[in-house]
């Protein structure tokens, strides 16, 4: 599996979590929040050991995974924005005052199950998805068509 570990998080307080190994992605992940100097937006990146924690903070939210370093950037920060708008989507202004780990419980099954997309299905990756659609396109000669150029 290429994404281990996802947090939702406001601040420092953790709202939602799932880890799909044994890691130590959880303990990691409150270092990291703690780190991240104030509340402006970002997108960054964290290497730890073969492991990269990808995080993306907008409006207050942060959005964090752990994820082997062979999957990249471009497919876990997909996964992190899917997540963002997912769990704003679903908690609205209830983000801005839940005590730690209140949307667990529901939230984690999300997590969990888009974890397993990004990590296993080729469709997740829309530049890739992309690029085979485009592969399949086939060019058919059109003998009574000319082309003409043009010097300008």
Known sequence: M???YALVAR???ALAEHSGAS???STIARQILEKIPGNSDTNVSFSQDRYIFHVKRTDGLTVLCMAEDSIGRRIP???LEDIHQKFVTSYGRAIHSAPAYAMNDEFSRVLSQQMDYYSND???DRLNRLKGE???V???PFPF???VCYAV
Do not use: C, D, E, K
């Open 2 to 4: 290429a994404i281990l």
């Open 11 to 13: 601040g420092s307080v």
């Open 23 to 25: 890691t130590n992605g």
């Open 77 to 79: 920060f997909a996964f």
């Open 122 to 124: 080729p469709n997740a």
């Open 134 to 136: 485009m592969s399949q």
């Open 138 to 140: 086939r060019v058919f």
């Open 145 to 147: 068509l000319s082309y």
